[in-house]
């Protein structure tokens, strides 16, 4: 299957920092990024769904001010947690699909945030 | 997408097959069946789906019943590397869908 990267892999920053966490689609061109959050022993939660060149689709209750969501080419994209807070403490997924059809969507290996 | 049930948590010993049922009662005709598993602190890999045939691959066979509303997957030889949540996923597939992600079966393979 396709490789998806995140970077990084770990991140431990203080309360009130921004943090960019990064997706990479290493060997194909994602038209569509997705990212998920997963909070302990729970499922993962859809947070929001980008397109290259186009604002994302937050679901409800994610605040888009506060988690920015970058897919300027069709290999990166990019979330941004702002003003992070303790609460914000999570398990960050990022997948893609590519343009060879949707019946696959490839995951990255996740992004453990940890905000003290 | 139509929700899917699975049992919270299955034991397995090792070697031998492991055997993750999933509830489907409400799914439509251009509904797929996905499987996904998730070992600890890592992203979900993808493992098999199907439309209404049996599928098999080098990982598992999926078996979906003919009225299409379970299924069941199978590790034909479990080892303690299969342990982690298996999640079962129908969705449609176009553009527009995600993979929306339930509680999933926590499989346990024991030596």
């Known amino acids: 299957g396709a490789v998806v990267s995140q970077h990084p892999s770990r991140v431990i920053c203080k309360s009130g920092t921004s943090v960019k966490i990064e997706c990479r689609s290493l060997d194909f061109q994602a038209t569509t990024m997705f990212w998920y959050r997963q909070f302990p022993k729970q499922s993962l939660m859809l947070m929001a769904t980008s397109n290259e060149g186009s604002k994302a689709t937050y679901e409800q209750g994610v605040e888009k001010d506060k988690f920015l969501i970058n897919h300027a080419s069709l290999t990166l994209s990019t979330l941004t947690v702002t003003s992070a807070h303790p609460e914000d403490s999570s398990f960050y997924i990022c997948s893609a699909r590519g343009e060879r059809g949707y019946n696959e969507q490839f995951f990255g290996p996740g992004t453990r945030l940890t905000v003290l | ?111």
Not at chain 2, 29 to 46: D, K, T
Not at chain 2, 60 to 65: E, F, G, K, R, V
Not at chain 2, 91 to 104: E, I, K, Q, S
């Open chain 2, 1 to 111: 997408d139509a929700k899917t049930t699975q049992p919270p948590s299955m034991d397995c010993a090792e070697g031998r097959a492991a055997n993750l049922p999933c509830n489907h009662s409400t799914i439509s005709g251009n509904e797929y069946v996905y499987w996904y598993r998730q070992i600890h602190s890592q992203g979900p890999q993808y493992i098999i789906h199907g439309l209404k045939n049996n599928e098999t691959n080098e990982m598992a066979s999926l078996i979906i019943t003919e009225d299409r509303k379970s299924s069941t997957l199978i590790l034909p030889h479990a080892t303690l590397r299969d342990t982690a949540v298996y999640y079962c996923i129908v969705r449609v597939n176009n553009a527009g869908n995600m993979l929306t992600f339930g509680g999933g079966t926590r499989l346990m393979v024991k030596p």
